[in-house]
């Protein structure tokens, strides 16, 4: 895989970070989850590939095991506050003093500077505080945050996942690791460049809801079909639209222009009458294979039976008999060759990880008779 050979070293957090190190791991990478004494499982369940130890870093021989662990890494990637891990002795200056080669990835909600670095926040305030929150929601409507996809995982731990690959690249050049300060804000923000980059085009010029693709617009927006499931309409070419028209059983000549706004929320309501009257189903046999952009919206349950999605292969099942994405992009060379195992118990490779990084069973003993570390080994019961 493309990552073959590389070592990650993931301290456990919440969904950005491990969606982070999943996607290492996915594509090769050996990621080791440090999790924390105590801790159950995984907060996020975003494990698939990794390995867990439990470590306590607040102790100070704790933190030495993590400097152990780094000094062989070749990535760091880190959830917390700034300034945590420096009072912990576990920032990059000391990290990369041992390693130089080392990639410390620090990913943040507001960044490692800033009046708000330090407090805390959700994927609902960085979207906020990075504008585009503000341009989300229906006309007449408070925005709304689309579940927590847009900061957590697309600004933050895909944004984030690029940083390291970045700097993996660069240091077969210079040889050397870096610090990688990834915020949600600005990694939301970065994602809206269209919209910035469009504001005088016309797109947005109108209050939010109102405009072509913020669901405004007759041909761009979702409508109820008579069974309660939805379909999804994207029609925003003229050629486009007239196969929408067509498959609505009406005349392009019997309607408004197009992009009269004025006519649009008359045109909503005609199309979604005309939506109401056939079923998901129904809809889907009238414009599957047109370039209509007429699609069904689907459902988890859904989802994985559509036929384009089983022809791809687009979701993967473990042996627990759960159902993910399968990792994307598609490399023709090297793709990746997600673990189908279950997710790691906290702990379960305590002692396995240990020996790897070179420390003896004398000293793994002796850590454990500490508290430094945990090992839960699985227990089968015959």
Request: charged share 25%; glycine share 10%; net charge positive.
């Amino acid at each position: 895989m493309a990552l073959r050979g590389i070592t990650v070293v993931e301290l456990a957090g919440l969904a950005p970070v491990p969606f982070c190190g999943m996607v290492l791991a996915d594509f090769g990478a050996k990621v080791v989850r440090v999790d924390r004494p105590g801790a159950r499982s995984g907060p996020s369940r975003l494990a698939r590939g990794k390995r867990s130890l439990v470590v306590d870093l607040k102790q100070p021989r704790g933190a030495a095991v993590l400097r152990r662990l780094c000094a062989r890494a070749d990535v760091m990637l880190e959830p917390f506050r700034p300034g945590v891990m420096e009072k912990l002795q576990l920032g990059p200056e000391i990290l990369q003093k041992e390693n130089p080669r080392l990639i410390y990835a620090r990913l943040s909600g507001f960044g490692q500077s800033g009046r708000f670095s330090k407090v805390a926040g959700h994927d609902i305030n960085y979207l906020a505080l990075s504008g585009v929150l503000s341009r989300i929601g229906r006309s007449g409507e408070n925005p709304y945050a689309p579940l927590n996809l847009l900061a957590d995982f697309g600004g933050g731990g895909l944004m984030c996942t690029m940083g390291i690959i970045m700097a993996l690249f660069e240091r077969t050049r210079s040889g050397k690791g870096q610090v990688i300060d990834a915020s949600m804000v600005e990694g939301t923000a970065y994602l809206s460049s269209f919209m910035w980059k469009t504001q005088e085009t016309g797109l947005w010029e109108q209050p939010r809801g109102q405009n072509i693709l913020d669901g405004g617009a007759p041909f761009y927006t979702t409508y109820r079909t008579a069974d309660g499931g939805f379909m999804a309409v994207g029609a925003i070419e003229p050629q486009f639209y007239e196969l929408l028209i067509k498959g609505l059983g009406l005349k392009s000549d019997e309607l408004p222009n197009q992009i009269s706004m004025k006519d649009w929320p008359e045109m909503k309501k005609k199309f979604a009458d005309i939506f109401a009257k056939k079923t998901k189903a129904e809809w889907c046999q009238i414009f599957d294979g047109t370039d209509a952009c007429v699609t069904p919206v689907l459902t988890f349950e859904e989802v994985t039976h559509h036929g384009h999605n089983k022809d791809r292969g687009s979701f993967i099942t473990d042996t627990e008999q759960r159902v993910s994405p399968r990792p994307a992009p598609l490399l023709s060379n090297t793709p990746a060759l997600p673990s189908i195992k279950r997710d790691p118990f906290v702990g379960e490779h305590t002692e396995e990880i240990l020996k790897e990084f070179g420390f003896s069973q004398k000293e793994i003993n002796q850590l454990k008779l500490d508290n430094i570390i945990e090992i839960h080994k699985l227990r089968v019961n015959l």
